[in-house]
């Protein structure tokens, strides 16, 4: 597609309900990002994938929170017995490292999904 | 570890008032710094980006951001404020040469009174 793609861009659940996010990337892009926007706090890095592949996992909060990503293209974002303290904006990037090098290359974001817990 | 450091989580000025938003970054070697923009209820946009290239780097919307090793910063500035400039303005850093993995500031929100 034109854009990274997020669904829904809005939720609220029930405290201890489980929620699933949607992220379609960029066409081509084999990097995909996820990050957390919670008030006040900035962008928290949750995981990182290139390709179906996860080496980066190292922010995720919990084990509540788990990813995939399948087809080398959409990601899904599960959290699992949800807390108040999910409540945040759930970021998903992509990114290509074709024409530049890695580091230095331009990560493209979607609108969020707000997560709202009761 | 690399992180930055955003000065000030709100920042007025007047419509056509110099705009100044400072970042300063932690890093044991040269890093990639990146400015983005987030406008209400939408995602992240670019701003500019350092690569190591020239140090002053110019933006989107009239932006423009200086690398000053010395002073480890990387501040944004804009001569003139528009009122469409109104958003929140996240810096970031580049932490690995592997992956394009950012780490955020914590961000900067910009007010702009007519």
């Known amino acids: ?12 659940t029930e405290k201890g309900k489980d929620v699933e996010l949607r992220c379609d990337p960029i066409s081509g892009h084999t990097a995909l990002y996820w990050y957390r926007q919670s008030l006040g706090q900035g962008l928290e890095f949750l995981i990182y994938f290139q390709g179906n592949s996860a080496p980066d ?3 995720l909060p919990s084990d509540r929170f788990s990813a995939e990503r399948t087809g080398g293209s959409v990601s899904t974002l599960t959290i699992q017995r949800t807390q108040q303290e999910d409540s945040a904006v759930y970021l998903c990037a992509s990114s290509h490292p074709a024409g530049g090098f890695p580091g230095a290359n331009v990560l493209t974001f979607g609108a969020g999904s707000r997560l709202t817990v009761l | 570890a690399q992180s930055v450091t955003q000065l000030g989580s709100h920042v007025s000025v007047s419509e056509g008032a110099l705009v100044l938003l400072r ?9 990639y710094l990146f400015w983005y923009v987030q406008y209400p209820n939408q995602g992240l946009q670019l701003l500019l980006k350092y690569t190591s290239a020239a140090t002053l780097v110019k933006g989107i919307n009239g932006f423009e951001a200086e690398f000053k090793k010395s002073e480890t910063s990387f ?25 394009d993995k950012l780490i955020f500031g914590t961000g900067t929100r910009l007010q702009v009174f007519p």
């Open chain 1, 1 to 12: 597609g034109a854009g990274v793609s997020q669904s829904p861009s809005n939720k609220v």
């Open chain 1, 57 to 59: 996992k190292s922010g």
């Open chain 2, 23 to 31: 970042c300063n970054y932690s890093s044991s070697v040269p890093p």
């Open chain 2, 75 to 99: 501040h944004l500035t804009k001569p003139s404020a528009h009122m469409s400039d109104a958003a929140e303005y996240f810096c970031a850093v580049s932490r690995s040469y592997n992956t």
